[in-house]
């Protein structure tokens, strides 16, 4: 690696002294934005890895190109971990991104026209399950359950009447906000009752679905869609589970449908993540995740904080900033200077717009890689609620600067990825 990194500063110093200065942000900086992670040296490897020279379009034994084997091996490898750790029929390792393998699912399984049932992005759903801006909301019908003003959770009975009215020909459920467990079997029951496809977009969780942390949707649903860089701390992608009854159209719409060759550098680091993901170092991490973020829901309501769904199950925690009347973009800004990084978000009935918003979302997969631990995450929240009690603050700001500062010294980052 540092012979690698070494050749980058040598060859580019320009671009290098910008790396050089994200990484001094990243080890400088608490991350608890709910989607971001640290992949570890092994994945960064394998990302750097030469296997980014060959193009491999086609699948392991079914290459339209020459000189595959190792591609081939890499390939299947990933495959055969990822069907041994979610247990399910198919997987398809080659999706760029979660956009990516979700629109490819939609490819596969209908037809421009057809009818999907999804959670609203306004409450907490996400851009490709249906925006009008986004190819899925251009080529489709959508229609959107939401959640419940009162308790944030998603009202199931509304999923029902609208799969009644509708007859979806797919429901989606999985979300970019949502801080509770999904019903998965009532909506594999509402989907069952209209004949419609379920699909699971786990981008969030797939992680703590990984550490056996989460309720394992892969037994309820047809299909399953994650992102390999959020709570699963691999490189960034997508991937793809599905029943054996839909491997043909799945891995069709995947390519030729929506991509060209196959990114080999980043399967590799798929396979390297999911063996680090089968590990029981992980499954403690998955554990220790969900109890960090109870211990900052649970601090940030002390605080006199209020949180949508009053709580979390998961890894985030969407903080309704209306009763304080401060807006998202101000409270990540404030936070941002103290050395905190986290994203304004809309809460569910949100007034305010997307760049707006009145709320943040923070999360904790991040600081558990880093070695946070209860303590340490409680802190943490104590240090959010100081910094949002007290916006306008220098002095605040300053003095959380300064712990921020003492916990990432204590919690070092890649240590000696630069050269010296
Ligand atoms: C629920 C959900 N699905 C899909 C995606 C898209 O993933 P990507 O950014 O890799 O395209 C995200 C990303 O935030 C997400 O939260």
Redesign the pocket.
Known sequence: MSALMKALFETDPASAAILAAETQRQRETLVLIA?ENYASPAILAAQGSLFCNKYAEGYPSRRYYNGCQQEDAIEQLAIDRAKELFGCEHVNAQPH????A?TAVYQAVLQPGDTILSLELAHGG?L?HGMKLNISGQLYQIVHYGVDRASGRIVMDQVAELAAAHRPKLIVF???AYPRHFEVERFRAIADSVGALLMA?M??VMGLIAGRAHPDPVPFCDLVTF?THKTMRGP?G?MILCREALAKDIDRAVFPGQQGGPFMHNIMAKAVMLAEAASPAFRQYAADVVTNAAAMAATLQARGYALCSGGTDNHLLLVDLRPQEITGRDAANALEAAGICVNKNGVPFDERSPMVTSGIRLGSPAITTRGFNVDAATLVANLVADVLDNLDSPTVRDRVRGTVAELCAAHPLYDGYLPA
Do not use: F, L, P, V
Request: charged letters at 10%; aromatic letters at 0%.
């Open positions: 989607s991104a979660g956009a990516q979700n996400h490709s999985g979300a970019s977009d981008a969030h992102t960034r997508g």
